[in-house]
């Protein structure tokens, strides 16, 4: 089973740009297809992007991302990206990324393989 570690979360200011970038352990990274979550306090965790094995395919949870958030993955690295650009308050967040062998179970938040521990982002208004 893989083991899911994100990173880079933090403080930013509305309009600005973080990458949050999860590394996985434990596995084997290219058989898993890959996404990034999201969730408030009191609210359900939210899919946003998912990302296949070879890094080929992407979905977005369009009415989320606007076309600010690009996932991408590194296979040498075993590591997945989340590139989030224009950034505003209510993409304010716990954001956990999930691994799972069938790239369609990665697009709903029950069915993932594994969950890393999640990082916080903050934006300021």
């Known amino acids: 089973q893989v083991q899911l570690i994100e990173s880079g979360g933090g403080l930013v200011q509305a309009g600005g740009s973080l990458r949050l970038s999860c590394a996985a352990s434990?596995?084997?990274?290219?058989?898993?297809?890959m996404g990034w979550f999201r969730q408030v306090p009191g609210k359900d965790r939210e899919f946003v992007a998912a990302?296949?094995?070879?890094?080929?395919?992407?979905?977005y949870q369009d009415s989320i991302t606007l076309g600010r958030f690009t996932i991408s993955r590194d296979n040498a690295k075993n590591t997945v990206y989340l590139r989030m650009n224009a950034l505003k308050p209510e993409d304010s967040a716990v954001y956990y990324c999930?691994?799972?062998?069938?790239?369609?179970?990665?697009?709903?938040?029950?069915?993932?393989?594994?969950w890393g521990q999640g990082t916080l982002v903050t934006v300021s208004s």
């Open positions: 990302i296949n094995w070879g890094g080929d395919t992407t979905y």
């Open positions: 434990g596995g084997t990274f290219i058989a898993y297809s």
């Open positions: 999930g691994a799972a062998k069938n790239y369609y179970s990665v697009l709903r938040v029950g069915a993932l393989d594994a």
